[in-house]
């Protein structure tokens, strides 16, 4: 039951575009599509952004959008806004687990 | 809308037990599978355990084998929490969360478990 491994910190000045990795095993996102992200800002629960690998809940703007390759997975933002400052976290289905990531902080420059 | 709200969290002994509780509405309760994640103080994500629609599947993370027990009331919508033999790195806020398809999609406000010596 490792963690899913994520760069600690991202930054990128409004407009930019922003990239968080998040890489595990071939027994959790390698072995299954069934990767989430999360958004989480201070003192608050955290919010899904993406499930199913790249699949978007209703609200979420299509700034965000993930993808997987091998036993990564990749959270990409476009245009980055000011609000999407915050910790960003992965999550893998394992089966008889679920592993989160170590959580990445995004800052907008 | 889908609301979840947990409760049960306070101050407590090391060595000593806990009961969280998690009241579920606005959805099915008895169609999903539950989890519970909690988050240590300036910490991250840490996925504790996850319950089957009918409590037929349940699961635990390693660090809490043993000590914690998860169970659900499908009558009542309700999704338990019982946590004995707390150490001061259980410590944390602690969140009910819903299944999607196969992981956490809504959560609740968390409820914080604070365990000193």
């Known amino acids: 039951q490792s963690a899913l491994t994520q760069p600690r910190s991202v930054s990128g000045s409004p407009g930019q575009s922003v990239t968080i990795s998040c890489t595990g095993t071939?027994?959790?996102?390698?072995?299954?599509?069934?990767v989430s992200w999360y958004q989480q800002h201070p003192g608050k629960a955290p919010k899904v952004i993406i499930y199913?690998?790249?699949k978007r809940p209703s609200g979420v703007p299509d700034r965000f959008s993930g993808s997987k390759s091998g036993n990564t997975a990749s959270l990409t933002i476009s245009g980055l806004q000011a609000e999407d400052e915050g910790d960003y976290y992965c999550?893998?289905?394992?089966?008889?687990?679920?592993?989160f990531g170590g959580g990445t902080k995004l800052t907008v420059l | 809308e889908v609301q979840l709200v947990e409760s049960g969290g306070g101050l407590v002994k090391t060595g000593g037990s806990l009961r969280l509780s998690c009241a579920a509405s606005?959805?099915?309760?008895?169609?999903?599978?539950m989890n519970w994640v909690r988050q240590g103080p300036g910490k991250g994500l840490e996925w504790v355990s996850s319950?089957?629609?009918?409590?037929?599947?349940?699961y635990y993370a390693d660090s809490v084998k043993g000590r914690f027990t998860i169970s659900r009331d499908n009558a009542k919508n309700s999704l338990y929490l019982q946590m004995n033999s707390l150490r001061t790195d259980d410590t944390a806020v602690y969140y009910c969360?819903?299944?999607?398809?196969?992981?956490?999609?809504?959560w609740g406000q968390g409820t914080l478990v604070t365990v000193s010596s």
């Open positions: 071939s027994s959790d996102v390698g072995g299954y599509n069934y």
């Open positions: 999550c893998s289905y394992a089966g008889s687990y679920t592993v």
């Open positions: 606005g959805f099915t309760f008895s169609d999903y599978n």
């Open positions: 969360a819903r299944d999607g398809s196969a992981l956490p999609y809504y």
């Open positions: 199913d690998v790249t």
């Open positions: 319950i089957s629609s009918y409590s037929d599947y349940i």
